[in-house]
T-cell receptor, first 111, second 111 residues
Framework: DARVTQTPRHKVTEMGQEVTMRCQPILGHNTVFWYRQTMMQGLELLAYFRNRAPLDDSGMPKDRFSAEMPDATLATLKIQPSEPRDSAVYFC?????????FGPGTRLTVL | GQNIDQPTEMTATEGAIVQINCTYQ??????LFWYQQHAGEAPTFLSY????GLEEKGRFSSFLSRSKGYSYLLLKELQMKDSASYLC????????????FGTGTLLAVQP
């Protein structure tokens, strides 16, 4: 049963620290998405890739967030420096043509 | 741009039927998805409509009217485990499967 995996599952850090979240998409999926979910804003799209190329990162604060796909099996989302308002659950999802399949998420708390 | 509306909360009784509505406004439409999300978990795919009409999948059905910008998710024979948030998402027209999510409807199933 193929699944999207994400690490770490939980992260607590202090303001100003760098945070890196990792995602392994389902093998064979050519699109990868990063979402952020909070109670106030719901599920927001931060960035997405197709065939490892970034297609849209307009939902991402450019000054502190960066997303990359160094290879087909790894996508990363980095926050530097982190701020308390970045506290949220970050989901990675992958897909092919239609359906997106979500990973379990990384729950980030910035103190 | 996209605008997606769904009720914030709904309550229903075990064994009953509940309909969760979703209306959307979009500049380019290429399908509507419903996801289920239990508290503390990732969204999981429920259904997909791209043409008008009803799609049935077990106890769950989803309906789409493109001319009205309207969809609903119908849950029959409600079970306690159906208590969750239900997310409506619209896919933009284009070469990718980028989704824009609504804020979700929190369904509480009571005995």
């Amino acid at each position: 049963d193929a699944r999207v995996t994400q690490t770490p599952r939980h992260k607590v850090t202090e303001m100003g620290q760098e945070v890196t979240m990792r995602c392994q998409p389902i093998l064979g999926h050519n699109t990868v998405f990063w979402y952020r979910q909070t109670m106030m804003q719901g599920l927001e799209l931060l960035a997405y890739f197709r065939n490892r190329a970034p297609l849209d990162d307009s939902g991402m604060p450019k000054d502190r967030f960066s997303a990359e796909m160094p290879d087909a099996t790894l996508a990363t989302l980095k926050i530097q420096p982190s701020e308390p308002r970045d506290s949220a659950v970050y989901f990675c999802a992958s897909g092919r043509t239609d359906t997106q399949y979500f990973g379990p998420g990384t729950r980030l708390t910035v103190l | 741009g996209q605008n997606i509306d769904q009720p914030t909360e709904m309550t229903a009784t075990e064994g009953a039927i509940v309909q969760i509505n979703c209306t959307y406004q979009t500049s380019g439409f290429n399908g509507l998805f419903w996801y289920q999300q239990h508290a503390g978990e990732a969204p999981t795919f429920l259904s997909y409509n791209v043409l008008d009409g009803l799609e049935e999948k077990g106890r769950f059905s989803s309906f789409l009217s493109r001319s009205k910008g309207y969809s609903y998710l119908l849950l029959k024979e409600l079970q306690m485990k159906d208590s969750a948030s239900y997310l409506c998402a619209v896919r933009e027209r284009g070469a990718t499967n980028k989704l824009i999510f609504g804020t979700g409807t929190l369904l509480a199933v009571q005995p």
